[in-house]
């Protein structure tokens, strides 16, 4: 074993590179039928799954930085897809929750997202892709351990 770092096989760039491939796929289809970028259609999932979540929660649950999630609440609040409610836990923050606009949206855009997701993936099995999933998920725990 050698030292030498080898870029294409070094899997924090690999899975860099492939992230980066399928959202781009995925930006693409969802800029030219819904005008939303993939931080904006991020927020409007996380959202519709929580009811009324803050831009902190929203930035925990998608490793989104604050200045992303904000910018992409700014413009679908503009836009009319998200509303903010005062979160009375904390003055300093809002809840955001959908729209009936933005839960048209969603429920346009969901399906879409899956046919998407079924495109790139359909060349693996079940449980090609169940086990894909658990080792994301250990990958994940194992990056957040200190």
Do not use: C
Not at 112 to 141: P, Q
């Amino acid at each position: 074993m050698t030292n030498q770092l080898v870029l294409d096989r070094f899997l924090p760039y690999r899975l860099s590179i492939t992230s980066n491939l399928v959202s781009d796929r995925i930006a693409r289809a969802y800029e030219s039928l819904f005008g939303l970028t993939i931080p904006e259609w991020r927020l409007v999932a996380v959202v519709a799954e929580a009811a009324a979540i803050t831009q902190a929660e929203i930035g925990e649950r998608t490793r989104m930085d604050k200045v992303t999630v904000s910018r992409a609440a700014i413009a679908l609040v503009d836009r009319g897809l998200l509303m903010r409610a005062p979160n009375p836990g904390d003055k300093r923050s809002h809840h955001l929750s959908l729209t009936s606009a933005g839960r048209d949206l969603y429920a346009s855009v969901a399906p879409k997202a899956i046919e998407l997701e079924a495109k790139v993936f359909a060349r693996f099995t079940k449980a090609e892709l169940d086990g894909f999933v658990a080792m994301l998920r250990r990958i994940d725990a194992a990056a957040l351990e200190e």
